[in-house]
């Protein structure tokens, strides 16, 4: 018997299924990946925040990973955190979500909870994931508990975790919302009851949705702050000294990952599609944020430029590829659309990233063995993701060139900021 089953054993699904083995509940983790159930039993990591190690007393705590769906049935709790991408038109891909659930229908049974964590537009849970739980005839709020609890991890972040994270919960109904409640309460501090499951889905929209446009805020400023001369990093410096109504947020290269580019769109397409009218405010920062690359494209080009070099054939060193910094995530970064339309432009890109050995999404782009070398020989160095390990003020100092796309590099002659 299992107390929990979690669909989904990724980014989201595994760091859950930890915390709840730490505190003694029996997990049984379930993906139809039958690569990634293998290696998990076998006590093998697959995400940045967890270990061999943190695996393996996970499986010597009774953790057990599997593709079996029929053992769904006996959990008490079933949380779903399956992916939720994009489809070609930009539009929710409820694919995964649709698939899992038609799996849990068939599994289901009287009494169980079943929580859907992944992140999705208002309104799936009680219109998409309700009626086919209650197509074998159960009823949710009355035979089994329904409830959304959107996942707010931050893959990467030391400070918080799935455990001192608030755990935000809404139910079908009240008991529902009790009953899922009851299950976070046992692994994470503190849980926070919203008044139902739209509420909640909503909760984790305007999250993200707050991030993005902020992140386009600043990533406009700094388009014309460096027109003006002023030095944005310095502004949002000083600004940020204000003890209230103020949270600082960073210019950058574009966003990434699985959750900012992505998730405001499930917020603009539900409202446009069930309203007919735009999110507006979603619309432009996406606009802004897109166009970062170009933006530092453009950028790169003027610096080249000023040393009487032509994009076509300068070398272009990318350090840091990833989506953010000190994880191997590489999901949506921006420094592909970078590296592309650098190499569209006729550049040699390679690159230096300690997380990522292969860069399949760029092919073109050669890995660099040596940094320091790489840094002299390049043209032109971008410092594109802050990883820890990088020394940046010696690499700027040996750089020809460096754009410093993070503001993290002291002032120099050859070093310029976005
Ligand atoms: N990664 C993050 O930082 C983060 C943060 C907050 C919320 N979220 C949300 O959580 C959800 C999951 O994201 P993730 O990053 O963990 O994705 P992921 O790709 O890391 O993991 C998803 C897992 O689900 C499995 N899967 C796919 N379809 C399945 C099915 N039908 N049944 C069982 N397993 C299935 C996949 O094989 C994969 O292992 C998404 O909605 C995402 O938006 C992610």
New binding site residues.
């Given amino acids: 018997m299992a107390d929990v089953a979690i669909?989904?054993?990724?980014?989201?699904?595994l760091p859950l299924a930890y915390e709840a083995s730490k505190v003694g509940t029996q997990v049984l983790g379930?993906?139809?990946?039958q690569g990634?159930v293998d290696a998990l039993n076998s006590g093998t990591s697959h995400i940045d925040d967890l270990s061999d190690e943190d695996i393996r007393s996970m499986v010597d705590a009774g953790y057990q990973a599997t593709c079996d769906a029929g053992r769904l049935a006996e959990a008490s709790t079933i949380v779903i955190?399956?992916?939720?991408p994009l489809s070609e038109d930009g539009g929710p891909d409820l694919g995964?979500i649709n698939?899992?659930v038609h799996?849990v229908s068939e599994h289901l049974r009287s009494g169980q909870t079943v929580i859907l964590?992944?992140?999705?537009y208002p309104g799936t849970t009680d219109e998409v994931v309700r009626p086919v739980l209650e197509q074998g005839g159960l009823v949710a709020g009355k035979d089994f508990h329904l409830a959304f609890s959107p996942?707010?991890?931050?893959?990467g972040n030391e400070k918080f975790g799935a455990k001192n994270t608030p755990k935000v919960v809404g139910g079908h109904t009240p008991a529902c919302a009790d009953a899922a409640a009851a299950f976070y309460g046992s692994f994470v501090d503190t849980v926070v009851r919203a008044k139902g499951t739209r509420e909640a889905e909503t909760a984790k929209l305007l999250e993200n949705t707050y991030r993005h446009i902020n992140i386009a805020l600043v990533n406009e400023m700094a388009r014309f702050c460096h027109d003006l001369g002023i030095d944005l990093w310095d502004v949002i410096a000083a600004a940020k000294t204000k003890p209230f109504g103020f949270q600082a947020f960073y210019p950058g290269p574009g966003v990434g990952?699985?959750?900012i580019p992505i998730?405001p769109n499930y917020l603009s397409h539900s409202v446009r599609s069930k309203l007919g009218y735009p999110f507006r405010f979603v619309e432009l920062a996406q606009e802004i944020n897109a166009t970062m690359p170009a933006y530092i494209v453009q950028r790169v080009y003027d610096l080249l430029n000023e040393d009487c070099k032509p994009l076509r054939g300068s070398t272009v060193l990318l350090l840091g590829v990833t989506y953010k910094p000190n994880i191997a995530d590489q999901r949506e970064s921006p420094a592909v659309p970078l590296a592309q339309q650098l190499i569209a432009k006729g550049a040699d890109v390679r690159f230096f990233d300690p997380k990522v050995l292969e860069w399949s999404a760029v092919p073109e782009a050669r890995r660099v063995d040596s940094v320091e070398t790489a840094v002299t020989e390049a043209d032109l160095t971008i410092l594109v993701q802050n990883h820890r390990s990088f020394d940046v003020d010696a690499l700027a100092l040996k750089a020809q060139r460096f754009f410093d796309t993070r503001g993290v590099a002291a002032d120099g002659d050859k070093v310029q900021r976005l």
């Fill in positions: 669909m989904g054993q990724g980014y989201v699904g379930f993906d139809i990946s990634i955190c399956v992916p939720t995964p698939a899992a799996t964590e992944s992140t999705t996942e707010r991890i931050d893959p990952g699985h959750c998730d």
